[in-house]
T-cell receptor, first 114, second 114 residues
């Protein structure tokens, strides 16, 4: 069965600093991995996805994530935080045989300080 | 030209009432979902339909009943509302085999039961 763990329910960075949000997954078959962002009072929107192609995936708004099979990780990074990046971020995993089910992590709230 | 729309956006009602939330997607996707997001932002899958067939039915009280009149619509009816039903409910849709594509979320319906 799939599972996903996001390390840190809250992350705070200064504007211009590196953003690193951690995600570890568990899947018995090759996974499909996603990062979603949720701004206040909105639905989730896709930042990026990994579907067994390149291990370094680039997404919208300057975010990227690297799939590391040996570490079962899919951490999200952005070189320089912007105030507008403040939001809730969700890592998610699905796989063939998962029966249409995508498992979402508990979320990480990103705060950006001026 | 919203991809996934939900109505209403806000719903305030009293315990014991029955209410419905409607969802429509114009993306041509085969799979639709209902999620419940609690006050701690945890996202829990409730139901999923693929081509109008129920494929995911998580441990949800049978007071909750989904209905999919066609591939583009998935509605959620809730009977005998309880305080614990207060949450934000999200509809989503996805494409691809086994729903493995990314999910597109609606803006959410904030349900408050008093």
């Amino acid at each position: 069965a799939q599972s996903v763990t996001q390390l840190g329910s809250h992350v705070s960075v200064s504007e211009g600093a590196l953003v690193l949000l951690r995600c570890n997954y568990s899947s018995s078959v090759p996974p499909y991995l996603f990062w979603y962002v949720q701004y206040p009072n909105q639905g989730l929107q896709l930042l990026l996805k990994y579907t067994s192609a390149a291990t370094l995936v680039k997404g919208i708004n300057g975010f990227e994530a690297e799939f590391k099979k040996s570490e079962t990780s899919f951490h999200l990074t952005k070189p320089s935080a912007h105030m507008s990046d403040a939001a809730e971020y969700f890592c998610a995993v699905s796989d063939r045989g998962g029966g249409f089910k995508t498992i979402f992590g508990a979320g990480t709230r990103l705060f950006v300080k001026a | 030209d919203t991809a996934v729309s939900q109505t209403p956006k806000y719903l305030v009602t009293q315990m014991g009432n029955d209410k419905s939330i409607k969802c429509e997607q114009n993306l041509g996707h085969d799979t639709m979902y209902w999620y419940k997001q609690d006050s701690k932002k945890f996202l829990k899958i409730m139901f999923s339909y693929n081509n109008k067939e129920l494929i995911i039915n998580e441990t949800v009280p049978n007071r909750f009943s989904p209905k999919s009149p066609d591939k583009a619509h998935l509605n959620l009816h809730i009977n005998s509302l309880e305080l614990g039903d207060s949450a934000v409910y999200f509809c989503a849709s996805s494409s691809g085999q086994e729903g493995l594509g990314e999910q597109y979320f609606g803006p959410g319906t904030r349900l408050t039961v008093t």
